[in-house]
């Protein structure tokens, strides 16, 4: 069975605090995302990966890095935590651009 | 400019009524795809559908079907006969091939109420 999983359902962290958000897919998928989720605004891409290593910018990155070592895992880092980046993130991966994303449950984050 | 528009931010239905959420995409590319995912009050996005930007023909899946039209940009989508249970946040998507690397855009999501 497809699988994204997400390190943590609820996290909650203080501002200027580094905050790593882990995901992993165990579908041999190529492309990974981050994307954050608010009321009213639906789903905004902060960055994705097409491959290992490789990471492209998606509508909203600033504040946020990326990183990709292996194929399965796809981290999403707060460098230097906001309270205007309490949101819940989401993780998807899928096999190519033409094919369908598998999501992540989630993670709320909240910061203080 | 929006790439994709949902413009129903939220619709309330009685059961059994059909009900249909509208979505409208924007893209210059001749090759596209568009996805439909739902997410219930669990949290978690599911996929219901795709379909890419050569194949028009409606579809049916039980009681969801869906209705592509290039020439408005629609790609809408119908439950009827709504239930309890289709009370979920639903999400148009649009995935389209840039100049180096394929790009994807959600919209803003319709919050359906399906009420007993």
């Known amino acids: 069975d497809v699988k994204v999983t997400q390190s943590s359902r609820y996290l909650v962290k203080r501002t200027g605090e580094k905050v790593f958000l882990e995901c992993v897919q165990d579908m041999d998928h190529e492309n990974m995302f981050w994307y954050r989720q608010d009321p009213g605004l639906g789903l905004r891409l902060i960055y994705f990966?097409?491959?290992?290593?490789?990471?492209e910018k998606g509508d909203i990155p600033e504040g946020y890095s990326v990183s990709r070592e292996k194929k399965e895992r796809f981290s999403l880092i707060l460098e230097s935590a906001s309270t205007n980046q309490t949101s819940m993130y989401l993780c998807?991966?899928?096999?190519?651009?033409?094919?369908?994303?598998?999501f992540g449950p989630g993670t709320r984050l909240t910061v203080l | 400019a929006q790439k994709v528009t949902q413009a129903q931010t939220e619709i309330s239905v009685v059961e059994k009524e059909d009900v249909t959420l509208d979505c409208v995409y924007e893209?210059?590319?001749?090759?596209?795809?568009l996805f439909w995912y739902k997410q219930p009050p669990s949290g978690e996005l599911v996929f219901l559908i795709r379909?890419?930007?050569?194949?028009?023909q409606n579809e049916i899946s039980g009681r969801y079907s869906w209705n592509f039209q290039k020439s408005t940009s629609s790609f809408n989508f119908t439950i009827t006969a709504s239930q309890v249970v289709d009370s979920a946040v639903y999400f148009c998507a649009l995935s389209e091939a840039g100049d180096n690397f394929n790009k994807f855009y959600f919209g803003s999501g319709t919050k359906l109420n399906v009420k007993p």
């Open positions: 893209t210059r590319d001749t090759t596209y795809y």
């Open positions: 379909r890419n930007s050569f194949d028009e």
């Open positions: 990966s097409y491959d290992v290593k490789m990471k």
């Open positions: 998807a991966s899928s096999l190519s651009y033409v094919d369908e994303q598998f």
